[in-house]
């Protein structure tokens, strides 16, 4: 098979501001596998909170090393595909759009949807948060507005954990509330950003108090014994994301949290992510199931599989302006893949600049 990338450079519509910084952009790449005639393709997204940050020409230059080794080989080779990859030391996200593609081409190939070829069940289709990031007061009432003006929502995705402090994080949460349509759930992500067990304790409760479902990643990566100590405390669910990215992470997790949060960049791609799921749901997990900053090409392949998750907060490619992919639907506050469309099921809108 032969490997092609391009620049698949994402414009958001609104700029993006966690705990760790803030994005008004990405620059991703495309991956297209072409053999026997067909092309998949795939999307890479960059990924930071690692010992070794993954960006578009980190992953260009080990998919390229890759493509000699992956040539004489067809795409539904996948294990074999993955063999080679982890050998070369590729990073997880760079694998994720390999393995993007292959599903792609695979289903393509075969005529079949992707979740078609995972056994998902297209029918239990679970609603997505919407993401509304760190801002002034002011400015959240106005992006909750538009996005419940044009997205109908029907749960929203708070990041908390301000450097400016709990005050500020309740003064954002105290916005949203006052903002959202009556029965928008609402969930809290801090990314890591409460400074202490106490802090995070007394957050949690206090966010209790005003309705919201569950917190994730409440202290940051590399805590995961004080999240121990949190843990026996919660008034509310927790779950963890940056202290989780592939299935073997799961075991040391199991008795500090609540659920785990897939994210396909951080695992791997789709053969990693349903390794996760399956770790987590033997330990008695909840699954969620996230996203980094990616366009409707990416987030087919979480859709693909999201109906193994408990909830979802796949958002991104809602707040890009730019994407060249587009076919995936948005209905009542779901996201879902064309039921029909072959491999992941969206197409090429222009070309990628």
């Not at 004489?72 to 080779?77: H, T």
């Not at 005003?210 to 121990?228: D, F, I, S």
Request: proline residues 7%.
């Amino acid at each position: 098979m032969k490997l092609t990338l391009l620049p698949l450079p994402l414009t958001k519509r609104f700029p993006l501001t966690i705990s760790r910084g803030t994005a008004a952009g990405s620059d991703n790449l495309l991956v297209a596998v072409e053999h026997d005639g067909v092309t998949g393709y795939g999307e890479f997204s960059p990924v930071s909170q690692t010992t070794s940050p993954e960006t578009a020409a980190t992953a260009e230059a080990q998919l390229t090393g890759l493509a000699v080794g992956l040539e004489p080989l067809a795409p539904w080779e996948m294990q074999r595909v993955e063999s080679l990859a982890d050998d070369a030391g590729v990073g997880r996200a760079a694998l994720c759009g390999l393995d993007l593609a292959l599903h792609d081409w695979t289903g393509k190939r075969l005529g079949v949807p992707a979740y078609r070829l995972v056994g998902a069940d297209l029918a239990r289709v679970v609603p997505t948060s919407v993401t509304v990031g760190i801002n002034p007061p002011e400015v959240v009432r106005e992006r909750v507005a538009e996005l419940a003006a044009r997205l109908s929502p029907r749960s929203l995705k708070i990041k908390l954990g301000s450097p400016e402090g709990i005050e500020y994080d309740k003064a954002i949460l105290a916005a949203v509330k006052e903002t959202a349509p009556e029965g928008v759930a609402l969930r809290v992500d801090a990314n890591g950003g409460w400074p202490d067990v106490a802090t995070a304790d007394r957050m949690i409760r206090w966010l209790a108090g005003r309705g919201v479902e569950y917190v994730e990643q409440p202290l940051a990566r590399g805590r995961e014994a004080e999240m121990g100590d949190l843990f026996p405390r919660r008034v509310l669910p927790i779950f963890a994301d940056e202290s989780c990215r592939i299935a073997s992470d799961v075991p040391g997790l199991a008795d500090r949290v609540d659920g785990v949060n897939l994210k396909l960049m951080k695992a791997g791609g789709i053969r990693e992510g349903l390794r996760l799921i399956h770790a987590a749901r033997a330990h008695g997990l909840k699954v969620m199931m996230g996203c980094m900053s990616e366009s409707p090409l990416a987030i087919a392949g979480s859709a693909a599989i999201s109906s193994f998750a408990d909830y979802l907060d796949l958002d991104s490619h809602l707040n890009i302006i730019d994407a060249p992919f587009g076919g995936l639907l948005w209905s009542e506050g779901r996201v879902l893949p064309p039921p029909d469309a072959p491999g992941l099921g969206v197409a090429r809108e222009s070309e990628v600049r």
